[in-house]
């Protein structure tokens, strides 16, 4: 049993890394097999990572409502019962993207709710590794939210920013910096953009295969044209 438990303990971890390298066909083979293993041992903490690993997949491959929803009912079944178990640690990382899918589809009361309970989470338990992304995906909503609050969306991508330095998370820089360039892009602060994502996307010196590095350089190529 303790090797089951092994097994699955690493697959949730394995589960992370290939949704943060954009492998997200990986993602869903690799959320199948833990789910069905969790479910045969009745271990309901790694059958609500597996749940919760394929609705952030459904949150970020589609924009269309049916995907969002899809994300909404798995996000929320695997958060229920993950919530259930007692772990808090990776809880924020997951209610950000169930907060993200509510914003798909309109819904920004939810949104906001939702963002709130992460970052209370993350306050009360002192663990931070997902406060870069929380703050970066709540200005993501700002910047969708009726009425369009282009300041908000800014401060909290600046703060998502100024907390990935801080920790010296490069992949989050990188996030935060993309966010924040697409929103000075869009206002017309073209040069601005480019000189905060030029220095970001150089540090890298490999990994030009994952999604989020060729999303890069795609808009620095914009930034450049």
Known sequence: MASRRTSMYASNHALLVHLMRGNYAEVERLAEGQFRL??????MLWKAGALMNKGCVFALTSNSDANQKKAIETLTDGLSTWSSTG???????YRAH?????????QFDEAWRHTREAMTTIENSKKTWWE?????????????SPGVDALDAERKFERALSIARQQQAKSWELYASMSLARLWRDQGRVQEARELLGPVYGWFTEGFDTRDLKDAKALMEELDS
Not at 38 to 43: I, P
């Open 132 to 144: 870069v992304e929380v703050n970066r995906i709540a200005g993501e909503i700002a910047r969708r």
């Open 38 to 43: 969790a479910e045969e041992k009745g271990a």
């Open 98 to 106: 169930l907060a993200k899918a509510h914003a798909q589809v309109g």
């Open 87 to 93: 772990p808090t640690v990776w809880g924020p990382w």
